[in-house]
């Protein structure tokens, strides 16, 4: 039998919080060294186990604040758990902020081998895969530009295109595509649709309750760093906007 790609097991991760506000840095620090500054445990997640086998679709559903990107970035290891553990088997696609790992003071040009670089891919492989990039991203005439003159749906276009170029283990995706137009999110989801086909794992979250049936076999409910329902998704994502129209 074969390991799971992705297995959290009683996953839980916890932040301090100042529990009174300071109105400057000055006061922060003068607070702190004289140790009049408190702060209360908040618990992002608590008690979170699932696993994945290699090209199944998760869905993480739930309200804002509820954990979901915390819990992308702990199996990404941006993050590490206080509880729990997570063990990974694969290589992984991280798509979980706007331009993470990119420069906005360089060119997509530059960036293009910018960040194939953090993917593990050297220049050369990039500047072949160049036209093949741009095309993708729709993003000819803009190669020259800055990424700080970028709107976010041209950020999103550029990332997605490097993100996806090599098929990964697994690709994770964060409401990234969210910004970008219809036209381009059909197109994403179709490539995302061809990886799962070749053996990709995918975890995705989103709001888009559309996107999240068209893509994903199962669904993770969270509320408030909690499970509050995990299987098919349909049979999740109905019990979810169930629970928010009468909420």
């Known amino acids: 039998m074969n ?8 996953v839980g991760i916890r932040f301090n919080i100042a529990s009174e506000k300071t109105d400057s840095l000055k006061e922060y620090i003068i607070k702190f060294v004289k140790r009049e500054l408190y702060f209360k445990e908040f618990w992002a997640l608590q008690d979170i186990s699932f696993e994945m086998n290699q090209g199944e679709s998760l869905a993480i559903i739930g309200a804002n604040g509820s954990g979901k990107s915390t819990l992308l970035k702990l199996i990404c290891r941006i993050l590490d758990p206080d509880t729990g553990s997570i ?5 992984i696609a991280p798509l979980i902020e706007l331009g993470a790992g990119l420069d906005a003071e360089l060119t997509a040009e530059e960036n293009i081998v910018l960040g194939g670089a953090l993917l593990g891919h050297s220049k050369k492989f990039m500047l ?6 741009v095309a993708f991203a729709e993003l000819d005439e803009f190669m020259q530009m800055p990424l700080k003159n970028y709107s976010s749906g041209m950020y999103a276009r550029l990332a997605f295109a490097l993100s996806t170029l090599v098929k990964p283990d697994i690709l994770i995706v964060d409401e990234v595509l969210a910004v970008g137009d219809i036209a381009f999110q059909k197109k994403c989801e179709k490539r ?17 309750d559309t ?6 076999e ?4 969270l509320k408030k760093g909690g499970v509050v ?3 098919g998704v349909e049979e ?8 928010m129209s009468n909420a």
């Open 87 to 91: 063990t990974v088997n694969g290589s």
């Open 3 to 10: 390991n799971p790609i992705i297995k959290v097991e009683n």
């Open 229 to 231: 329902m995990a299987g």
């Open 128 to 133: 072949e895969r160049r036209d093949e990039i």
């Open 218 to 221: 199962k669904a993770l409910w």
């Open 236 to 243: 999740v994502c109905s019990a979810y906007e169930a629970s």
């Open 192 to 208: 995302m649709k061809e990886m799962l086909a070749g053996g990709t794992t995918l975890l995705y979250v989103s709001h888009d």
């Open 211 to 216: 996107s999240v049936r068209n893509l994903c």
